[in-house]
């Protein structure tokens, strides 16, 4: 059964400070790998997909880098800025699941002037 | 392209009452999965439906079932409500099952008096 850890479970940060947001996962076969933001009382907003056969993907001031072997994924947000603030939600899909996604609790992020 | 649809966004029912919830996936999109969401519990996968099929289940009471329409637009429903079942339902899309990415619709507010 796939398990999905997120540390740390909330931080907080000045804005302008480069961060990184922790994943993992306990069983490495996985189809992909997607990054969330929620925010309170929103619906998710995907932000990257890695896939099983990639190492990472970039979209604007993200970062994200899956390793498989391991069983780890990082979010790498840089220039951080008030706006960033929300909850950042990984989760995998994999093995005989077709599009279950099994979500880590969440990272609660917030980004003071 | 207009993204995922939920209705209602907001529903308060009784205890014992039963509930039906709507979806409508982003166009071309063929697979719908639905997610339930407490503070507690996280974000756990209910099911997924690709081609009006079931293809996938997760660990919830029988009270708990959904179907697909040859539209791909969904429904869940949730019979008997307890107090437990308060939480926010979300739908998410994607073009097919497995691999691709997940696009979440903003979630329908259950609350169960």
């Known amino acids: 059964k796939q398990e999905v850890t997120q540390i740390p479970a909330a931080l907080s940060v000045p804005e302008g400070e480069n961060l990184v947001l922790n994943c993992s996962f306990t069983?490495?076969?996985?189809?992909?790998l997607q990054w969330f933001r929620q925010d309170p009382g929103k619906g998710l907003t995907s932000l990257l997909l890695i896939q099983s056969s990639q190492r990472e993907q970039t979209s604007g001031r993200l970062n994200a880098s899956l390793d498989k072997s391991s069983g780890r994924s990082t979010l790498y947000i840089a220039a951080s800025q008030p706006g960033d603030s929300a909850t950042y939600l990984c989760?995998?899909?994999?093995?005989?699941?077709?599009?279950?996604?099994?979500f880590g609790q969440g990272t609660i992020l917030t980004v003071h002037p | 392209k207009a993204g995922v649809t939920q209705t209602p966004r907001y529903l308060i029912k009784t205890r014992g009452q039963q509930v039906t919830l709507s979806c409508s996936p982003i166009s071309g999109h063929r697979s719908v999965s639905w997610y339930q969401q407490t503070p507690g519990q996280g974000l756990q996968f209910l099911f997924e439906?690709?081609?009006?099929?079931?293809?996938n289940k997760g660990n919830f009471p029988g009270r708990f079932s959904g179907r697909q329409f040859s539209n791909s637009r969904s429904e869940m429903n949730v019979s008997t409500l307890e107090l437990g079942d308060s939480a926010l339902y979300l739908c998410?899309?994607?073009?097919?099952?497995?691999?691709?990415?997940?696009?979440f619709g903003p979630g329908t507010r259950l609350t169960v008096t």
């Open positions: 998410a899309s994607s073009l097919s099952t497995g691999v691709y990415e997940q696009y």
């Open positions: 439906y690709f081609s009006e099929t079931q293809r």
């Open positions: 069983d490495s076969a996985i189809y992909n």
């Open positions: 989760a995998c899909a994999g093995g005989t699941s077709y599009g279950k996604l099994t």
